[in-house]
């Protein structure tokens, strides 16, 4: 009698994993990526996250270019000493040059963001609060009063972006408001990001639909045209912080702006995509479809984020394909300049947006389960000690390292003039030796700023029991969410089906829900438990607290309040 009770058991989890309720919807882009990408090496990205913070935050670390971080003393819109980091190895511009003030946001805050998402507290370290050194780039001199990618104006010129270039003036604030989610009781952070939220409101109510521009001045509120291409993707930027803002503060002007600038978003002709901000427009259109009933095309959005068929910046999207039986799938950067070019920070903030969008339309879990397999299995290839050494620029300088910097980018072909022609595709690089021609060493090819957002990664992904199964969490990155349950995408790769183990925690009794087939798929369960994955399927796994009230808000499915399944029907078994 047992066996055959066990035996009818495992027939239900398996009937119900392989029930589709949910139509599993293409992205064309992804569909041409490996169902199994091969060579198959998927690192431990947490590890990878914990050294990155353990090393590199070493003031008195040993070797040529160490330590990779020194105290700024110039006291910028704060006064206290603030960290700065290289952006890479051995850059002239920064350490105790230029006063010490030449450092950028998107190195710090994505080395916070990511230690963070790896489950290092950074407000408290080793004495030091990192949190709060942040706020120097809170541009207050300036008058502009949003969060920016340098403290002052005075080194600015030495790098890109800063009051110029649209992506890197809006980014250093998507960032600063993920930070804040996970430090709402740090001290000055909620003036800080209402100042921020009024900025971008007002900005959105000037340009009234229109985003077609090169940067906008927070200072004088004045949308400009300059040189640098037309950004209107940066609409996708101002809807992720307005919703984040309205989310944390429930101030409705926020919500309406964050709809007017997805809309601006939405209305453009062709894929406006530029730098990192599209994903955000397609993540935000999909969480606000189901929490606030707006209609917004994130299949669209999503095609503009992976197609590689933007016009100004031309070909922006994500890679895909061998070269050299090396596996690039899933990187992302230019799919045309020198043949390829994918960029580490990139391919990792690309899964921040992305991964969370699946909890709100499973619709898309086995098109994004498969990309994170490709672009968590490529992206070791930007680290020297994963890339064959006949495929990288500067083998020879690896120790610089330690183990946790990866160079910039890889490229089909050397994108120097006169440097590595010879290599053959894929070509680990990066371009620091271009910034300062004839100064910067040849290491500046190792990116530290790009290798700093690993823990976006490590906060997300684990191995499963199953090779090329990995759990990929959707809430490590779904800031400012309604409170929730543990919820964990599966993809299954392989032509026959799989046996996954869903870790459980001892002692507490759990339901397993699955969003893709609208069902529970086991229940009352204490222990771990394997489930079936269908061939090249996926599952997205909610664990549930066994005997709760099960209750209907519209189309969601709630247990004791929370909401578990944002599209389910009234028929849940």
């Excluded at 001199?141 to 104006?153: D, H, L, R």
């Excluded at 999207?317 to 580490?344: A, C, Q, R």
């Excluded at 053959?424 to 620091?432: I, L, T």
Aim: aromatic share 14%; glycine share 8%.
């Amino acid at each position: 009698m047992k066996l055959l009770f066990r035996f009818l058991f495992i027939f239900l989890i398996t009937a119900s994993c392989g029930y589709a309720q949910v139509k599993q919807l293409n992205i064309p882009r992804v569909d041409k990526m490996a169902d199994l990408p091969q060579p198959l090496k998927i690192i431990d990205w947490h590890k990878m996250s914990l050294d990155f913070d353990r090393t590199i935050y070493d003031f008195q670390a040993q070797g040529a270019y160490w330590p990779m971080v020194w105290i700024d003393s110039t006291a910028k819109n704060f006064n206290q000493p603030v960290v700065g980091m290289y952006t890479a190895v051995g850059d002239v511009r920064q350490g105790k040059n230029n006063k010490g003030m030449f450092h950028e946001a998107l190195a710090s805050m994505g080395s916070v963001l990511g230690a963070t998402l790896a489950g290092i507290d950074k407000s408290d370290q080793q004495g030091k609060n990192y949190v709060a050194m942040l706020k120097n780039y809170f541009n207050s001199g300036t008058g502009w009063n949003i969060m920016m990618n340098n403290t002052a104006p005075e080194v600015a010129l030495l790098g890109g972006g800063y009051g110029r270039d649209w992506w890197y003036d809006v980014y250093p604030n998507v960032l600063f408001y993920a930070i804040y989610d996970k430090y709402p009781d740090e001290p000055d952070l909620e003036r800080l990001a209402r100042s921020i939220a009024e900025k971008f409101f007002k900005a959105d109510s000037i340009l009234n639909g229109n985003y077609n521009y090169s940067y906008f001045d927070y200072g004088m509120m004045k949308p400009m045209v300059n040189n640098i291409c037309l950004q209107p993707d940066a609409a996708a930027g101002h809807a992720y912080v307005l919703y984040s803002a309205y989310k944390k503060f429930g101030d409705k002007r926020y919500l309406q702006g964050a709809m007017s600038a997805m809309k601006a978003l939405e209305s453009q002709k062709v894929n406006p995509t530029y730098e990192l901000l599209m994903p955000f427009g397609a993540y935000v259109g999909a969480r606000m479809n189901v929490e606030e009933g707006t209609d917004f095309d994130v299949q669209k959005l999503l095609d503009w984020t992976f197609d590689g068929t933007a016009i100004c910046r031309e070909g922006w999207g994500f890679l895909l394909g061998k070269w050299n039986n090396i596996d690039i799938s899933g990187t992302v950067g230019s799919t045309v300049d020198h043949g390829g070019y994918g960029f580490l920070m990139n391919t990792f903030d690309a899964a921040w947006p992305l991964i969370p969008l699946v909890k709100y339309q499973p619709s898309y879990a086995t098109a994004i389960g498969k990309w994170m397999l490709n672009a968590a299995n490529a992206s070791r290839y930007f680290y020297p000690q994963y890339m064959p050494k006949e495929h990288q620029t500067i083998p020879e300088q690896m120790e610089v390292t330690k183990g946790v910097i990866a160079y910039e980018g890889i490229s089909m072909a050397s994108t120097f003039d006169d440097k590595y022609l010879s290599l053959k595709a894929p070509v680990a690089q990066g371009d620091g030796p271009k910034w300062v021609p004839g100064k910067n060493p040849e290491v500046s090819q190792f990116s530290v700023y790009g290798s700093a957002h690993v823990g976006i990664f490590g906060g997300i992904i684990r191995p499963t029991n199953v090779e090329g199964i990995l759990q990929i969490n959707l809430q490590t990155t779904d800031f400012f969410k309604e409170k929730g349950y543990p919820s964990y995408l599966y993809y299954n790769p392989y032509d026959s089906n799989r046996q996954i183990l869903i870790p459980l925690k001892a002692g507490e009794k759990t339901d397993l829900y699955n969003t893709v087939t609208g069902r529970f798929i086991a229940r009352n369960l204490s222990g771990s438990r394997k489930i079936t994955l269908p061939a090249r399927q996926s599952a997205v796994i909610v664990l549930v607290p066994s005997k709760g009230k099960i209750s209907y808000s519209g189309t969601m499915l709630m247990v004791n309040g929370i909401i578990v399944d944002y599209s389910a029907s009234n028929s849940v078994h």
